[in-house]
């Protein structure tokens, strides 16, 4: 009945599009036809069938499991603004997707996990890994198995990458010495020198006989061109988009995309970060230098992975493969880096990364530092940062000095006075565009990944984060960190309220409209 209903939804709300289009075009050309009977009696069916549509919306977003502020918003602009309201609704709003088409993937994947996990949470509920100066590890630990089914691993080697300088070259070498398989799933593949290089091996690689995957997003790539594509699929390459849509402003999927940036190799090597494939993440666009963190693992944890992109690759292309040693290899010793991969989507049972971010955050004794490109968190992130800084605990936050996201931007703006008041010392970073995903918390564990702190990676988009609890490995991102505060400028709270009048008119509205998502 729903589904139905969500049709004949859609259906009315392109037919009053049509209707009102023609009626536009039609009174231009024949300004007394609207004077005429015919026109009225148009207009008052017209507005009959777009008030219906409006009643409609408005009990579908009541009803829909969302934030109460969320709701609140998007029947404020409904009512006050309606014509707007409907529109961006029909565009934006829509939140069937969860129940509708990932029911099926969430089951799988579960039955893919359930054992592993349920092996690792009854040891753990027993013993504790960390000793009790590090309790906000056992907690973690123990979270991420519960809520994202996150194996805990300790074999692995990890290698800090802080710019598309440092990692594509490598990622390159591994490519070229790839001998089995190759998995690769992105949200944005540029058609450039880069994007191209990339395109040349995976292309060598399939006609050298190995299995070559290739998933990408729909919208990240929707500049890609069929002409990419299609010379990867005539080699051999297999290629799937995450949820195609024809026109990315005119698909509800537009909320719910893949922003994963996966790739692994023969099972035993994995790239996971902030870096998608582009020139522009050589610093070589408007935004100039872009600072990333990207990490490149080896040993289990590159199993978490491939769990990801198998489970995804179920999900576009509805082959399911097998977990063989060819994907998931009993590996050599590779190092002493204990880490768990974390995936969080509209396909989990719950906010898993947001949730980790937050027991993060309440449970620091010593310090929290967060470099993210969007801060427009929820009000239990910002009230457990503010708490945390009144407390004494050491906060900092590093922030872009230019957008990239207009919108966004100004989003993340309207949260700094209120930080800055508790406590907080917020950054912009001037050495061109910060786009890394971090958080530290006191020294013992951090998070890189591709989430940022905003509502859509917590609880819209695709996300995978990697949890480290390696103390040397938290070193060099802690050091990382030190020089980007060297790079930036610390907003003072008194400076701030100085704004133009302007600024506050932009953080204003980027508040009010923050929700609608």
Request: aromatic share 14%; hydrophobic share 45%.
């Amino acid at each position: 009945m729903k589904k139905v209903t969500r049709k004949i939804l859609i259906i009315l709300g392109t037919a009053i599009a049509i209707v009102l289009l023609v009626a536009i075009l039609f009174s231009l050309y024949n300004v007394n036809f609207l004077e005429t009977d015919l026109y009225r009696s148009i207009a008052k069916s017209f507005s009959f069938i777009f008030w219906f549509n409006i009643i409609l919306i408005a009990l579908f977003i009541f009803f829909e499991n969302r934030n109460p502020s969320r709701t609140w918003a998007w029947l404020l602009v409904l009512f006050a603004v309606p014509w707007l309201g409907f529109i961006l609704y029909i565009l934006l709003g829509r939140n069937t997707f969860k129940r509708r088409r990932v029911k099926q993937k969430q089951k799988s994947d579960k039955e893919r996990m359930n054992y592993f996990v349920q092996y690792q949470s009854d040891i753990f509920s027993e013993v504790d890994i960390f000793p009790s100066d590090k309790l906000l590890n056992n907690k973690l630990i123990n979270l991420l198995l519960k809520n994202s089914e996150a194996l805990f691993t300790v074999n692995n080697s990890v290698k800090v990458l802080t710019n598309g300088k440092e990692k594509f070259p490598e990622m390159i070498k591994d490519l070229e010495n790839a001998k089995h398989h190759i998995h690769l799933e992105y949200f944005i593949i540029k058609n450039d020198n880069i994007g191209n290089k990339i395109k040349d091996i995976l292309i060598k690689k399939a006609q050298e006989g190995l299995e070559v995957r290739l998933m990408y997003d729909s919208v990240g790539c929707w500049h890609l061109g069929k002409k990419y594509v299609r010379d990867l699929e005539d080699a051999g390459v297999e290629t799937y988009a995450f949820f195609p849509v024809l026109l990315p402003i005119l698909s509800e999927e537009l909320n719910y995309r893949n922003h994963r940036k996966i790739l692994v190799i023969d099972g035993s090597i994995g790239y996971v970060g902030g870096l998608n494939i582009g020139d522009e993440y050589l610093g070589k666009k408007r935004l100039g230098f872009w600072r990333d963190t990207h990490l490149k693992i080896q040993g289990e944890a590159v199993q978490g992975l491939q769990r990801i992109f198998l489970n995804d690759w179920a999900f576009v292309s509805k082959e399911n493969i097998s977990e063989t040693k060819q994907y998931l290899p009993i590996n050599k010793e590779y190092g002493s880096s204990m880490i768990q991969i974390t995936s969080s989507g509209p396909d989990s049972d719950w906010f898993a990364i947001h949730q980790a971010y937050f027991t993060m955050i309440n449970c620091a004794k010593k310090s929290i530092w967060i470099t993210t490109p969007y801060f427009v968190p929820d009000d239990g992130i910002m009230m457990g940062l503010k708490t945390a800084a009144l407390s004494g605990i050491d906060v900092r936050i590093i922030i872009p000095n230019k957008p990239d996201h207009f919108f966004v931007y100004w989003a993340t703006q309207d949260n700094i006075e209120e930080l800055l008041e508790a406590g907080v010392k917020v950054y912009q970073y001037h050495n061109g565009f910060v786009h890394s995903k971090l958080i530290i918390v006191d020294g013992n564990c951090a998070s890189v990944g591709t989430a940022n702190f905003d509502v859509r990676s917590f609880q819209i988009n695709f996300e995978v984060n990697a949890f480290l609890y390696d103390v040397e490995v938290i070193k060099i991102l802690e050091k990382d960190f030190n020089k980007d505060i060297n790079h930036s400028q610390e907003i003072e709270l008194e400076t701030f309220r100085t704004r133009k009048w302007y600024r506050k008119f932009l953080e204003a509205t980027a508040r009010l409209v923050s929700p609608l998502q």
